[in-house]
């Protein structure tokens, strides 16, 4: 889903309300569809998921009529595609990348278990 920010407070917006927002206000690259759902942050970095009910017209602007859902943890913004940059190409890794990659981090652990020095651990406890 899109992230789309939402120019509101969260103190503003209700549980499961509906808004009524410009297309420029939003500053999107592309016009929202009706029934599309989007993952929508308000400024404080609420999140919630937003469908476009309706969409109304105006000389010089788009308007959408988005539904609201209640707040959702940013995790679940996250697992709904929130973040994701379609805009950006996706590289493959080819295997020879992968095996290079393998044998320098056991070239390294080699150096450091010689040396005594424990390799760094990102996994938050002390393996």
């Known amino acids: 889903m899109r992230l789309v920010e939402l120019p509101a407070r969260s103190a ?3 549980d499961a ?4 927002v410009s297309h420029v206000r939003l500053g999107l690259t592309r016009a929202l569809e009706p029934g599309e759902l989007v993952v929508v942050r308000d400024l404080e970095g609420a999140h919630r998921v937003g469908s476009v009910d309706d ?3 105006e000389p010089e602007d788009t308007v959408y009529v988005l539904s609201l859902s ?3 943890e940013v995790g679940a ?6 973040y994701e940059r379609p805009d ?3 590289r493959a890794v080819s295997r020879d990348e992968v095996e290079r990659m ?3 981090i056991s070239v390294r652990r080699a150096r450091a278990t010689a040396h005594g020095t424990a390799p760094l651990s990102l996994l938050g406890d002390s393996r």
């Not at 309300?17 to 009524?20: E, K, S």
């Not at 913004?77 to 929130?82: E, K, S, Y």
């Open 88 to 90: 950006l190409p996706r």
């Open 55 to 57: 969409l109304d017209f």
């Open 102 to 104: 393998l044998r320098t």
């Open 70 to 72: 209640a707040e959702i």
């Open 17 to 20: 309300c509906v808004v009524r």
């Open 12 to 14: 503003d917006l209700s």
């Open 77 to 82: 913004a996250v697992l709904l595609g929130a």
